[in-house]
């Protein structure tokens, strides 16, 4: 018979003191256990007092062959020793998972009181820090009651300025009121008034309250970027469990300060010189004032003088006025209007150089913007990354002697490897492309290129660097369909591991598809975006930049997928993962 312990067949025995059966063998070795058996008979069933010949892994507990029709029925039940050959086949590695769960309790347990200081240090640390938030709270305050002071008073300006120009507005309607039924011709020219300046000083007015309309949006936008900087603060404290220095808010807040305190200068200069305009204007209406008393004196003259000659000399005096008047006029129009010229494209230039190179002001309608590639990067991470970790299958053929943590390994090396081509790559292509622009620019319009900052101001180059990115989904699908990128992704790596028929299944994947179309928009940001690559194996990293990717510790094992930063040396927008040691 085959014996339920040992699987082995033989004659079945049975030992006199205990009632033990088995084969001749498990009788020996049973004889070390043979006063416990006695004892507490494990080796018959509690329900049916049979020996017990099966193990439910249900219910953990060993059964006779009544237990698997009754209360064991459906149960996963398995031989005795089938059983025992299963479960010590896991026992080492549930050992092992034992040891290392009990070493990281033990960690936890003699990291607690060192956690507990820094927690108390933190505690002091946000006092602190609370006390340097408040101070520059109110001197910001201060800094914006002053700007707003003198807003309040160039607004009584205006104010008192169009209390003016009321009454000669009021005074010319009545004018033209009393002449538009007058017949005579001479009549009416000589008691007309051209209400034409007048109009004008009153445009002028209206312009600049447009301009302070736009002037209060800009006002919204003062409060957003100066709350700005303590919300971004409070959320990296929340995010990262620390308290970082008060240097970098304060900088922030002073540079809003100084921003908001140049607004309020040019606001300033503007209002000069409107004023100045509105004076200039007053010196032509008293002119047309002065023409017009003129022009009335010698209707007073033309009624009362009988002479038809000296009647025909004021005719033409009159006239010659109106032709004076007119010319005025059109240059007074043509002056207004190289001012406006000039003032769109000050207010055009201003605008450039405010949003130019600046990362911290962004187009919110961008579907572009250096946050949803970021938010991108993270999915790109997340879905095809790990829809790549199925190659495995692929090259375990040319791996053989390898295990499945180790092809997931050359995988990543691999999908590492390609991201990083990609990005180069995109960032070489995206610089050739501008400076070839601009040089061709320069050569045809003969223009002095020989430092790098005369090729930069080339005109024509903003307009360039719009079109490009408003097109930048059509140029990186290019980029893809010509197969213009990672052409030697392979040429001269250096890994011990790398695999030629991996790659190429790799670049045809969605994974490479959208490291291009990610890698094409990092490099035509203005600043370009920032992968990081200072990381070597064996340097330790920054744990607010770096996450752990399965194994723990403080140093580089390989980078798994590098941090993602707005520009060099900027804030970081995504963390990487790396594999690390102790």
Same mark, same amino acid.
């Given at each position: 018979m085959k014996c339920i312990f040992c699987g082995s067949v033989g004659k079945y025995e049975q030992c006199e003191k205990c009632l033990f059966k088995g084969c001749q063998k498990c009788i020996v070795s049973h004889k070390d256990s043979c006063i416990l058996l006695m004892k507490d008979k494990f080796h018959f069933c509690e329900d049916h007092n049979k020996h017990v010949d099966k193990y439910c892994f249900d219910c953990f507990h060993l059964t006779c062959e009544k237990c698997v029709v009754g209360n064991h029925l459906n149960h996963n039940i398995l031989p005795i020793c089938e059983a025992v050959h299963?479960?010590?086949? *896991?026992? &080492?590695?549930s050992i092992e998972e034992l040891e290392l769960k009990i070493d990281q309790e033990q960690n936890a347990i003699d990291n607690g009181p060192k956690k507990q200081t820094e927690y108390k240090l933190l505690v002091k640390r946000i006092d602190v820090e609370e006390r340097n938030i408040?101070?520059? /709270?109110? $001197?910001? $305050?201060a800094t914006l009651l002053r700007n707003m002071e003198k807003?309040?008073?160039t607004e009584d300006d205006k104010c008192t300025a169009? $209390?003016?120009?009321?009454? #000669?507005?009021? &005074?010319?309607?009545?004018?033209?009121?009393?002449v538009k039924d007058e017949k005579n011709a001479i009549l009416f020219l000589s008691r007309w008034s051209n209400p034409r300046s007048i109009i004008e000083k009153q445009g002028l007015l209206q312009k600049e309250r447009e301009a302070d309309g736009k002037a209060s949006v800009i006002g919204s936008d003062i409060s957003r970027q100066l709350l700005d900087p303590f919300i971004r603060y409070n959320s990296n404290n929340n995010q990262d469990s620390k308290i970082k220095t008060d240097q970098d808010l304060k900088h922030k807040i002073e540079s809003v300060v100084k921003w908001t305190t140049q607004e309020t200068q040019e606001r300033e200069k503007e209002r000069k010189d409107h004023v100045k305009a509105l004076k200039d204007k007053d010196k032509i209406i008293q002119r047309y004032e002065v023409?017009?008393?003129?022009?009335? *004196? *010698?209707?007073?003259?033309?009624?009362?003088?009988?002479?038809g000659s000296k009647t025909s000399k004021l005719q033409q005096h009159i006239f010659d006025l109106q032709k004076i008047m007119a010319q005025n006029n059109e240059q007074y129009k043509k002056v207004c209007m190289e001012r406006d010229d000039l003032r769109n494209r000050l207010s055009s230039i201003a605008g450039d150089k405010l949003t130019k190179g600046n990362p911290s002001i962004t187009d919110l309608g961008d579907p572009n913007r250096p946050m949803k590639i970021s938010e991108k990067y993270g999915e790109l991470y997340d879905n095809e990354w790990t829809d790549c970790m199925e190659f495995t299958d692929v090259i375990k053929p040319h791996f053989g002697t390898l295990e499945h943590s180790e092809l997931e390994e050359i995988i990543i090396h691999h999908l590492y490897r390609l991201l990083l081509c990609c990005?180069?790559?995109?960032r070489m292509t995206s610089k050739n492309q501008i400076r070839t622009i601009r040089k061709t620019i320069a050569e045809n319009l003969f223009l002095n290129t020989e430092s790098e900052k005369d090729i930069v101001n080339v005109p024509g180059c903003k307009e360039v660097l719009s079109f490009r990115k408003q097109n930048g989904e059509e140029f990186s699908q290019q980029l893809i369909s010509k197969q213009k990128l990672c052409g030697n992704v392979m040429k001269d790596w250096d890994y011990c591991n790398k695999s030629d028929i991996l790659m190429q299944h790799l670049v045809k994947t969605a994974f490479f598809d959208k490291c291009v179309h990610l890698c094409w928009f990092m490099a035509i940001q203005e600043p370009k975006m920032f992968l990081d690559q200072k990381l070597l194996p064996g340097d330790k990293f920054d744990k607010n930049?770096?996450?752990?990717? /399965? $194994? #723990?510790?403080d140093k580089v094992g390989y980078i798994v997928w590098p941090a993602l930063f707005l520009h060099e040396n900027g804030p970081l927008l995504y963390k990487g993962v790396v594999q690390a040691y102790i």
């Amino acid at each position: 018979m085959k014996c339920i312990f040992c699987g082995s067949v033989g004659k079945y025995e049975q030992c006199e003191k205990c009632l033990f059966k088995g084969c001749q063998k498990c009788i020996v070795s049973h004889k070390d256990s043979c006063i416990l058996l006695m004892k507490d008979k494990f080796h018959f069933c509690e329900d049916h007092n049979k020996h017990v010949d099966k193990y439910c892994f249900d219910c953990f507990h060993l059964t006779c062959e009544k237990c698997v029709v009754g209360n064991h029925l459906n149960h996963n039940i398995l031989p005795i020793c089938e059983a025992v050959h299963n479960i010590r086949g *896991d026992m &080492q590695s549930s050992i092992e998972e034992l040891e290392l769960k009990i070493d990281q309790e033990q960690n936890a347990i003699d990291n607690g009181p060192k956690k507990q200081t820094e927690y108390k240090l933190l505690v002091k640390r946000i006092d602190v820090e609370e006390r340097n938030i408040q101070e520059c /709270v109110t $001197k910001t $305050k201060a800094t914006l009651l002053r700007n707003m002071e003198k807003l309040q008073k160039t607004e009584d300006d205006k104010c008192t300025a169009s $209390k003016d120009i009321l009454p #000669s507005m009021k &005074q010319a309607r009545t004018n033209l009121q009393s002449v538009k039924d007058e017949k005579n011709a001479i009549l009416f020219l000589s008691r007309w008034s051209n209400p034409r300046s007048i109009i004008e000083k009153q445009g002028l007015l209206q312009k600049e309250r447009e301009a302070d309309g736009k002037a209060s949006v800009i006002g919204s936008d003062i409060s957003r970027q100066l709350l700005d900087p303590f919300i971004r603060y409070n959320s990296n404290n929340n995010q990262d469990s620390k308290i970082k220095t008060d240097q970098d808010l304060k900088h922030k807040i002073e540079s809003v300060v100084k921003w908001t305190t140049q607004e309020t200068q040019e606001r300033e200069k503007e209002r000069k010189d409107h004023v100045k305009a509105l004076k200039d204007k007053d010196k032509i209406i008293q002119r047309y004032e002065v023409l017009t008393k003129a022009k009335d *004196d *010698d209707k007073g003259a033309l009624e009362s003088g009988p002479s038809g000659s000296k009647t025909s000399k004021l005719q033409q005096h009159i006239f010659d006025l109106q032709k004076i008047m007119a010319q005025n006029n059109e240059q007074y129009k043509k002056v207004c209007m190289e001012r406006d010229d000039l003032r769109n494209r000050l207010s055009s230039i201003a605008g450039d150089k405010l949003t130019k190179g600046n990362p911290s002001i962004t187009d919110l309608g961008d579907p572009n913007r250096p946050m949803k590639i970021s938010e991108k990067y993270g999915e790109l991470y997340d879905n095809e990354w790990t829809d790549c970790m199925e190659f495995t299958d692929v090259i375990k053929p040319h791996f053989g002697t390898l295990e499945h943590s180790e092809l997931e390994e050359i995988i990543i090396h691999h999908l590492y490897r390609l991201l990083l081509c990609c990005y180069k790559e995109c960032r070489m292509t995206s610089k050739n492309q501008i400076r070839t622009i601009r040089k061709t620019i320069a050569e045809n319009l003969f223009l002095n290129t020989e430092s790098e900052k005369d090729i930069v101001n080339v005109p024509g180059c903003k307009e360039v660097l719009s079109f490009r990115k408003q097109n930048g989904e059509e140029f990186s699908q290019q980029l893809i369909s010509k197969q213009k990128l990672c052409g030697n992704v392979m040429k001269d790596w250096d890994y011990c591991n790398k695999s030629d028929i991996l790659m190429q299944h790799l670049v045809k994947t969605a994974f490479f598809d959208k490291c291009v179309h990610l890698c094409w928009f990092m490099a035509i940001q203005e600043p370009k975006m920032f992968l990081d690559q200072k990381l070597l194996p064996g340097d330790k990293f920054d744990k607010n930049e770096y996450k752990e990717f /399965v $194994k #723990s510790g403080d140093k580089v094992g390989y980078i798994v997928w590098p941090a993602l930063f707005l520009h060099e040396n900027g804030p970081l927008l995504y963390k990487g993962v790396v594999q690390a040691y102790i």
